[in-house]
Every structure is written in C-alpha cells, then in structure tokens.
C-alpha cells in the first residue's frame, strides 16, 4: 500500500511538472514571459492552463495602444472569471499604473465596437465646424485649450458640460465621476485615436477641479 501510495504521489508531481513546463512553453512561443507572465506560470499553472492566450494578451499592455487589446482580449475575460488567476491578475495590476479594471458592464461598453462613438475621420477644421455648438460655455476653456480635440470628438462635449456644471453645483465628486463613467463610451474617444489631441483638455478639466483619467486604462480602471 505504502509503495502504491508513493507511485501516486510521484505521478502527481510528474504530471504537475509536466503541465507547468507546457505553460512556460506556451508562454515563451508567445514571447510574454520576460514582462507580465514572469515567474507566473510556474506559481498559477492552472491559470494560465485554462486561459492559454493571457500570456500574450498581458504581454500587450507594454505595447502603444494595447491597453485596450489586452483587456478586451477573450483571454482577460477568461481570466477574470477563473479563480485560479486572482493571483496572476494581481501581481500584474500591482504592476501597472493605474492597474487593472474589473471586469462588469462599463468595461464591456467601452470594449464593445457597436457602442463606441470614434474620432471624426474627415478633414473638417475649427473653421467649418462650430466646436460644441450651445453647450454651456463653461467648457470654453477646454475648447480654447485642446480645439483639435472637441473637432475629433464632438461627442465629449455634452458629458463634459455636465460634469462642471455638477462641480459649479457642489455636487458630490462621487455623482460627477458616475455621471463620466455613464458617459464612458463617448468619452472613451479622447483616449483612443484622439489621445495626442486631447491630452490638454483633459489636463485642464482636471486642473479645473473635475478629475479625469489619463489613459484608456486609467478610464477603464476608473470606472471599474
């Protein structure tokens, strides 16, 4: 009985050390495991076993513009939904600046194509197109700041509007930041195509007194 017992327990550790030397293979064909998937596939085998394609799509978020790849990414979702990887999705989101968001409806409307507002692909310029048109001039500053922007994204207008004429009415940061991450769709385009143009109108709501995000990351991980 002893020796069978043994037997068993030797085979479990050969199809243990098997399984980890097939995800570091899997791992390194992928070429992610020099940045987040470091060390990791040997502590969570199982996780990177049932979610194969998360070394890649982590290995993305040290890409320009894979921040939105790697979260919207099957493999993220996989994960976020697979309790042996709440060890991997840690030590990766302590990792990162802002982090890592959580998986839920915001997150899907910013990843999903059918609801997102893109960038204006014409040549219009500030001087055909009347930048935000009535909305309240108290967002006068942002256009004056970043016009290149508000002509890509016309869309950002109205959630912005509303987000300082909440400030000018003493409401709570927590109902602005709510009413953003409900407009997040739209806002998402001033972290997209237009994230060069825009960068100033966002620094400028911020220094206004409305805190904005400075990434698609930091969207997604503000509206987590």
Sequence with gaps: EFCLQ???????LVAMAAGRLLVLLACAAARATAEPCRGLALEAPGCLGACPGLCAA???LSEAGGERAAVCSEAYRCASAERSCDEVLSEVSRSLQPGLPAPGEVLERLCSAETIEEPRSDNATSDDVEL???VPANISGLVEAAPGCFELCPQLCAPLAEAFQQQEADTTSSAIEAMICANAASIRCAYDGAADACRPALSAASVAGVRMPTSWLGLAVFCS
């Design 6 to 12: 043994s037997a068993a327990a030797e085979m479990q």
């Design 58 to 60: 982590l290995g993305g």
């Design 132 to 134: 935000c048109g009535d």
